[in-house]
C-alpha cells in the first residue's frame, strides 16, 4: 500500500507541477503582453512628441530665423569694424618708414640758412633724393620712363603737343612736366608730358 501511496503521491506531484508549469507559461504570457502593450504605448506618445503641431514648427523656424539674423548681424558689425581699423592702421608701417627722409629734409632746411657752400647744399639734397627714391622702390613704387619714349596712353598723359625738335622725336615724349610712378605693375600716376609732332 505504501508504494500506490507514494505512487499516487508521484502522479499529484506531477499533477501540481504541470499546473505551476501552466501557470507560469500563463503568467510570463500575460506579463510579455502587458509589455508589448506598453512599448507600442510608449512608441506612440514619442511619436507624438516627435511631430510638433504646425504652430510649434513655425514657431521654432521664427527662432531660427531671428537667430540666424542676430548672428549675421553681429557678423557684419564686427567685420565693418574690423575693416575700419585696419584702413586707419594700414599705412602706419609705411608712415614709420618715412620718417627718417622726413628728418633728413627738416636737418636740410636748417643748414640752407648757415650754409656756405652751395655745392655741399646740392649735394645734401641729392643723398636725400636718393634716399627718398630708395624708400619708393621698396616698397613697389617705380618710376615710368617716359623722355624720348613712344607716347604711350597706357603711361602718359599728353599736356601738349610742340614741334620736334627732330624727325625721330616725332610721336615721341620731348618733355616730362611731371614724373608717373608704377606701384608693383600697376600705374600709380600717369606721366604728364609734352609730345613731339
Known amino acids: 500500500m505504501v508504494k500506490k501511496s507514494e505512487k499516487a503521491d508521484k502522479q499529484q506531484h506531477k499533477k501540481i507541477n504541470a499546473k505551476e508549469d501552466l501557470n507560469r507559461e500563463e503568467v510570463q504570457e500575460e506579463l510579455d503582453q502587458e509589455a508589448a502593450v506598453e512599448k507600442t504605448e510608449k512608441e506612440e506618445q514619442e511619436a ?6 504646425a504652430e510649434e514648427k513655425l514657431a521654432e523656424l521664427q527662432d531660427r530665423y531671428l537667430r540666424l539674423t542676430a548672428e549675421y548681424d553681429n557678423f557684419r558689425k564686427r567685420t565693418l569694424k574690423e575693416k575700419i581699423d585696419l584702413q586707419k592702421s594700414a599705412n602706419e608701417g609705411l608712415l614709420e618708414a618715412l620718417l627718417p627722409v622726413a628728418d633728413d629734409f627738416d636737418r636740410a632746411l636748417q643748414s640752407v ?8 647744399v646740392k649735394e645734401g639734397m641729392k643723398l636725400i633724393s636718393g634716399k627718398f627714391m630708395g624708400f619708393l622702390n621698396q616698397h613697389g613704387v617705380k618710376e615710368i620712363e617716359a623722355l624720348n619714349k613712344e607716347f604711350d596712353t597706357d603711361l602718359h598723359e599728353a599736356i601738349t603737343k610742340i614741334p620736334a625738335p627732330t624727325k625721330k622725336l616725332k610721336g615721341k615724349v620731348v618733355d616730362v612736366v611731371q614724373k608717373g610712378f608704377y606701384l ?7 606721366a604728364k608730358v609734352v609730345v613731339g609732332e
Open 184 to 190: 608693383k605693375d600697376k600705374v600709380l600716376r600717369y
Open 48 to 53: 507624438e512628441k516627435k511631430e510638433p503641431t
Open 113 to 120: 640758412d648757415e650754409a656756405r657752400d652751395i655745392e655741399a
